[in-house]
């Protein structure tokens, strides 16, 4: 049963919701008092039931994005890698990655919010929060609080730029990202470590695509027993060491399918499958489509895009 929450009516009366500040002058007045602001927001956004919704991020390269997915499915893509994205999930595109793009899935569209900010010391930022590009779309739980802030925040902003709401508005981001980063406001250095214990073996895995690699090998590289490495794990990213391997191999062949001289077998053997057929099957499993259908679908999705932007 679908949870009710205070905003059903928004959801029912207003599909898109957008606020731009980046052309707005009075807005960009509070970048010069970046000692006071250090992440300043640049635009917020709501799509509901968003079909054929699809956002190019290469145009703000400057800003972080934070898209917070509520309901359906969609797609995101940085830095060349393109992960599938379900409710409750959040992601974050890092600011001056390359090909950024976030788009809805055709037949589950989602229900998305979507934060843009920008810092002057935004590196310092990702260090601080060990903000990782390889840790991909992060599952939380129903972010109410959050979507409240959002709501605070935008009809802040609807309101007006004057320096009283733009100060308003961008003091509570930090509370907005907050509820992200920080679901449960305890064991915070705890989950810390286990972010530290899972970018590591992410980073490891990624590596390691074409090899086979065992849970007990990693394992013992942080001095713990598989079980407890295992729970670890599975706390900071939502899935279990092999299952999240696997996931990180079917991303890698959806990236090596978008070549169409790369034959079929060739990206199995590539991600250390010597049976295309299991590999097939794997494929299907994780993606929905077979590797076949995939690449079809994806020139197709290829032509659609350019045949947007001709007429753009």
Not at 292 to 302: C, P, Q, T, V
């Amino acid at each position: 049963m679908k949870k009710k929450t205070m905003y059903d009516n928004t959801y029912a009366e207003n599909k898109v919701l957008t606020i731009d500040l980046t052309k707005d002058r009075s807005a960009n007045f509070l970048s010069d008092y970046h000692h006071l602001f250090q992440l300043i927001i640049n635009q917020i956004g709501f799509v509901a039931n968003g079909i054929g919704h699809s956002q190019n991020a290469e145009d703000d390269s400057k800003d972080h994005v934070l898209v917070y997915c509520l309901e359906g499915k969609g797609n995101c893509t940085f830095d060349n890698k393109t992960y599938k994205v379900k409710a409750n999930q959040y992601f974050i595109l890092p600011a001056m990655t390359v090909n950024r793009r976030y788009w809805a899935d055709p037949v589950q569209p989602w229900t998305i919010y979507w934060i843009n900010f920008q810092g002057h010391k935004i590196d310092q930022f990702n260090e601080l929060l060990q903000l990782d590009i390889y840790s991909g779309p992060v599952s939380i739980p129903f972010n109410e609080k959050g979507i409240e802030i959002w709501h605070s925040i935008y009809d802040i902003l609807k309101q007006g730029t004057n320096l009283g709401n733009l100060c308003n508005s961008n003091f509570r981001l930090y509370n907005f990202l907050a509820t992200f980063l920080f679901p449960e406001d305890k064991k915070i250095k705890s989950e810390a470590n286990d972010r530290n214990l899972a970018n590591h073996t992410i980073k490891q895995m990624l590596n390691s695509l074409s090899k086979k690699i065992f849970v007990g090998d990693m394992a013992k590289q942080q001095n713990l027993s598989v079980s407890r490495f295992s729970k670890l794990f599975k706390q900071a990213t939502g899935m279990a060491p092999n299952e999240y391997f696997i996931y990180l191999r079917m991303q890698k062949a959806c990236e090596l399918l978008d070549d169409e001289e790369t034959r079929i077998k060739e990206v199995a053997i590539n991600l250390g499958y010597n049976d295309p057929l299991y590999f097939s099957k794997l494929f299907k499993r994780h993606i929905g489509l077979s590797p076949e259908n995939y690449r079809l679908a994806a020139k197709l999705g290829s032509i659609a895009d350019d045949s947007l932007k001709s007429t753009g």
